[in-house]
Structure formats: C-alpha cells, structure tokens
C-alpha cells in the first residue's frame, strides 16, 4: 500500500494510542451487566468514529507493521482504520485495557480517588487495580510486544489512565510532570484528547525517547 520505511537493524518504533471519543450517552436497561462489561462495550460517537478515520491516514501512521488494540470495543473500533489503512490484521491483546476500578456503579468511587491514584501507587478498591497493577501489565505487555514482533513500526491502541500509568513507569515524576531523559512527556496541566498518544523510541530494548504526537485533524 505504502512504501516501506526502514528504520536501521536495531530501531523499533511504537505508537501507544487512546482510543477515539467513546459515545457519552449509554443505559444499560436489559442483561444487567456489570459496570466493568458495559465500560468494555462502550462504542464510539459519531465524531470519534470520524476522528479514528482522520487520524488513520495522518502520515505518520503510514507504513505501520503491526496494529494491536485492547480488547475494548472503542479501542478495537479506533484501530480498525490503521489497520485497514495499513493492510494489516488487527491483533487484540486484553492486556493493554483500561485501569479496573472494581465497582459496580461510579456513584460507589470514593471522593478524588482517580486522582489519588495518581499519588498513592497501591491505592486500591476490592476488585479493582492499582496504579503499580496497571503498570505492570502495561509495562509487560510492551515488551512481549517487543519480544513477539519483530517488526519496526506498532501501533497500539489503549486507554488514557493506562497509558498515563505505563509512562509513569518508562519515566519518572517530578513536580507533577512526567519526565523521560530530562524533557517533560506530560505536564502538569496536560489533557488528554480522544484519540491521542505517544511514539516511544527504542534501540533494541532500551527506551531512548518518549515524544507526543501532534494529531492535527
């Protein structure tokens, strides 16, 4: 479809994506499903299903080798068009989903919990994850990304809180700031949008950049 781009014997590029804008407006009034299932079926609006499109024939996202999504059903359905575009499967690995909360209904999270989730790595409900959960099996699945395909360029489709978590891992926090290599990946007053994401840079298996992409649609 695209001419190939090579990057060198040892340079892997990966892209860690959010999904597009999920639809707002959904009631599950039938099977009584948990909140966790109706989270993992959530679809995209209308507009996130145009902007997964847009941003799919960006050209940074040309020459793609490998398309991977979460196993959620926004996620599945922003990845579909890069791999549409790319003319390659989609794989889906459950692994790179959604921080857990482990609740039945959002009214049951206690007050500021997502954002002292952020600060305490072991905070927890029940049945839910933790920031350090999270990032573990980010953090794992990435490198058996690395370790299975072989392949130079991989986008990954996910979700913002685990994607968020994971950097905190690949980097560091200082003054609020998520920092890779002494340059600021996230800031304190960073938003995410829907879809947005990250290219991670590495030689081999070592990390050598973590950059923002400018989804200009």
């Known amino acids: 479809m695209f001419d190939k781009i090579f990057l060198g014997d040892n340079m892997k590029e990966i892209y860690l994506m ?3 804008e999920g639809l707002k407006k959904v009631e599950q009034v039938i099977n009584g499903d948990s909140l966790q ?4 079926k959530n679809p995209l609006s209308i507009v996130g ?3 997964a499109e ?3 024939c960006l050209e940074e996202f040309k020459n793609l080798d490998v398309v991977i999504s979460s196993n959620y059903v926004r996620a599945m359905a922003t990845a579909k068009y890069f791999a549409y575009n790319n003319d390659v499967s989609l794989k889906v690995i459950d692994s790179f989903g959604e921080r857990k909360f482990g ?3 959002w009214s049951e999270l206690p007050e500021n ?4 989730q952020l600060d305490e790595i072991d905070l927890k409900l029940p049945n839910g994850e933790s920031r350090r959960e999270v990032s573990e099996r980010m953090y ?3 490198f058996g990304v690395i370790d299975n395909f072989y392949q130079d360029r991989i986008l990954i489709v996910s979700h913002a809180t685990a994607i968020t978590f994971l950097l905190m891992k690949l980097g560091e926090l200082v003054d609020g700031n998520i920092v890779f290599n002494n340059k600021v990946v996230i800031d304190k007053e960073f938003v995410w949008g829907a879809p947005d994401g990250f290219k991670l840079t590495f030689d081999g298996k070592e990390l050598v950049d973590i950059s923002h992409i400018d989804l200009i649609i």
């Open 18 to 20: 959010r999904h597009s």
């Open 37 to 40: 299932l109706i989270n993992e």
């Open 49 to 51: 299903e145009e902007r």
């Open 54 to 56: 847009k941003v799919a």
């Open 103 to 105: 609740v039945e209904s």
């Open 113 to 116: 919990f997502e954002r002292r």
């Open 140 to 142: 794992n699945s990435l």
